[in-house]
């Protein structure tokens, strides 16, 4: 089955370092989201995505649809402890979604 | 609203056994799905509803059953559960197919051994 590529697949951050992750696809999605999930906990969701070329903010999160529908990235600012978790991008087409294999992201103080 | 609520959070089966995973949501969403996640494999599709009486295919789909008879309820049965079904399940739901929110529960891990 089909799984986008998300990179990189784990990062050490000093906190109030900007934070970019990304995913691309093979295939083409009508939108793409982003998740973070906690140990333990299901996923949330931060952005959502709607339109190619869409540029999103959420605080401090922006994410981008890639112009060709196949790729998006989401980049995290000045990240503070409790962005540390596992960050899923995932594509919607129909009424599917097809998840990327996360992004783990680790900040030091 | 307690959103979305999965029983039981933790199981241990033998193989060969068979047991259903509970999912059961308060939203009056009509979309609901499982979803696998194994390391390094992101989640996976399993099963989905877009309404009662109503379910189809995932992506990875052998091996289980789901039924949806109400708009609150999907559970999720494994006829005879092998290691290789050893993952988190998660149940999630959305207002409807097209809708982008999905509200995920909490996850229900499974061992078999």
């Known amino acids: 089955g089909q799984q986008l590529n998300q990179s990189p697949q784990s990062m050490f951050i000093q906190e109030g370092e900007d934070v970019s992750m990304n995913c691309t696809s093979s295939s083409i999605f009508n939108t793409w989201l982003w998740y973070k999930q906690d140990p333990g906990e299901g996923p949330v969701l931060l952005i959502a995505?709607?339109?190619?070329?869409e540029l999103t903010s959420n605080g401090r999160l922006t994410a981008q649809f890639g112009i060709t529908r196949k790729d998006s990235f989401l980049n995290i600012s000045a990240s503070i402890p409790s962005d540390v978790g596992i960050y899923f991008c995932a594509g919607q087409l129909a009424s599917k979604l097809t998840f990327g294999t996360g992004t783990r992201l680790q900040v030091t103080l | 609203n307690a959103g979305v609520t999965q029983t039981p959070k933790f199981q241990v089966l033998k193989t060969g056994q068979s047991m259903t995973l509970q999912c059961a949501q308060d939203m009056n969403h009509e979309y609901m799905s499982w979803y696998r996640q194994d390391p390094g494999m992101g989640l996976r599709l399993i099963h989905y509803?877009?309404?009662?009486?109503?379910?189809d295919q995932g992506e990875v789909p052998n091996g289980y059953n789901v039924s949806r008879s109400t708009t609150e309820d999907f559970p999720l049965r494994l006829l005879s559960a092998a290691p290789s079904q050893t993952s988190v399940y998660f149940c999630?739901?959305?207002?409807?197919?097209?809708?982008?929110?999905?509200?995920f529960g909490p996850g229900t891990r499974l061992t078999v051994t």
């Open positions: 999630a739901s959305s207002l409807t197919g097209d809708s982008y929110e999905q509200y």
């Open positions: 995505l709607y339109k190619a070329g």
């Open positions: 509803s877009v309404g009662a009486g109503i379910t």
